[in-house]
Each structure stands twice: as C-alpha cells, then as structure tokens.
C-alpha cells in the first residue's frame, strides 16, 4: 500500500494518490483508481471527479504550505 | 494509522480523514490534523481549505456512488 497524498494542483484539481477510500455522503465507496483527480473549482460535470472545467473557467488559485491547518467554522460546527 | 478516506459532502467540502499527507504543487507538506476540510467550491478565501463560503454562494453538489472513474482529459494529459 502507499501512503495517500492529495496535492491541490495550481489552478486544477486535486491530485490524489496512493492508498484512500473516496465515499460518498452516505458512506459508500466509490471505484477508483490509484490517482484521481477531484474538482476543486466547483464546476465539474462529473463531480466530485474533474472534467477538465478549471481550463475554460479559469480557475486562479495556487496555494503553497507551510499554512498550519485551524478547523473553520464548518467543520468546528459539524464535529459538534 | 487509520485508513485514509475522502468524504465530498453534500454542497460542502472535501471532508479528509486519516493517514493522508496535504501536499502542495511543489511537494512540501501543509501542517495538519486528522481531519481536514478542503474546499469544492472553488470560492474559499483559504483555499486549499474549507472557510465556509460554499453557504454563502448556495454551492450545489450531491454526488453519489457507484461511478466508477475514468480519468478525463486532464489527468491523461498531466500523466503523459
């Protein structure tokens, strides 16, 4: 098995590789291969899976570590 | 270690739960705890994580197993 990472590519997807379960709301897993790649601009057809919309949308982020993760609002509310 | 899972939740964030390491395009590693939410909207102000701005622009998104992924256009053009 190898250690899963996600890396949130620059102005793309998230590349996700390595040894994770995708599930869906209800707890089921989706059929996936070793590296997927998630929609992080929200405009995907195939969501949760990227289409390739980030091109013609021209989604701008490019985001660099090291930024200590603090839970924010939402999920601070829904671990409640 | 736990199993790493990957949660899209209903019009919300990448829920990331387990052994997962968050890396940035350039491979150094975000600080974070078991927990993470990432943002699919596109439209967080902390980007690559969640701020909760996908309530306040009405994100939509409910997404459901069984799809068995195909990688489309993108993820076949960054492999070659």
Known sequence: ?????ITPTDNGPYLVQGDVTLLDAEGN???VTDTIALCRCGLSATKPFCDGSHEKTYFKAVNRA?????PTGWLVQIAR
Chains 1, 2 share one sequence.
Do not use: G, K, L, Q
Request: zero cysteines; proline letters at 8%; charged letters at 15%.
């Open 1 to 5: 098995m190898n250690h899963a990472t």
């Open 29 to 31: 897993a989706y059929e």
């Open 66 to 70: 090291p930024t200590t993760y603090r």
